[in-house]
Nanobody, 120 residues
Framework: VQLVESGGGSVQAGGSLTLSCVAS????????MGWFRQASGKDREGLAV????????MYTEPASGRFTISQDNTKTITFLQMNSLRPEDSGMYYC???????????????WGQGTQVTVS
């Protein structure tokens, strides 16, 4: 599976961005799609995950209440809607696939190249 992220950019604090992750190739319905970010000098952290089969979702604390993960009807595009952005949300954002449901990066074997988000 190839993953390509887009939608990053520069935004002022309080603004919104929607990231997209387009997946190509075969993915079982049991695949989990996750969004992660990595700020400069920090570890990669999980934000949100969606289970393709049921569209069940889970968020970590930095994303809860401000970010929304969703998929299109074909389940090949995964979105991350981000509202009320803060400077600490800045970083490289990645989507990834996993067989198990969770937000530990070690669960994810397939990663996109990332899209940069800068909040000032």
């Amino acid at each position: 599976v190839q993953l390509v992220e887009s939608g990053g950019g520069s935004v002022q604090a309080g603004g919104s961005l929607t990231l997209s992750c387009v997946a190509s190739g075969y993915m079982p319905s049991t695949t989990c799609m996750g969004w992660f970010r990595q700020a400069s000098g920090k570890d990669r952290e999980g934000l949100a995950v969606i289970y393709r089969g049921s569209r069940y979702t889970m968020y970590t604390e930095p994303a809860s209440g401000r970010f929304t993960i969703s998929q299109d009807n074909t389940k090949t595009i995964t979105f991350l809607q981000m509202n009320s952005l803060r400077p600490e949300d800045s970083g490289m954002y990645y989507c990834a696939t996993a067989r198990l449901f969770g937000l530990n990066p070690i669960l994810y074997a397939n990663w996109g190249q990332g899209t940069q988000v800068t909040v000032s």
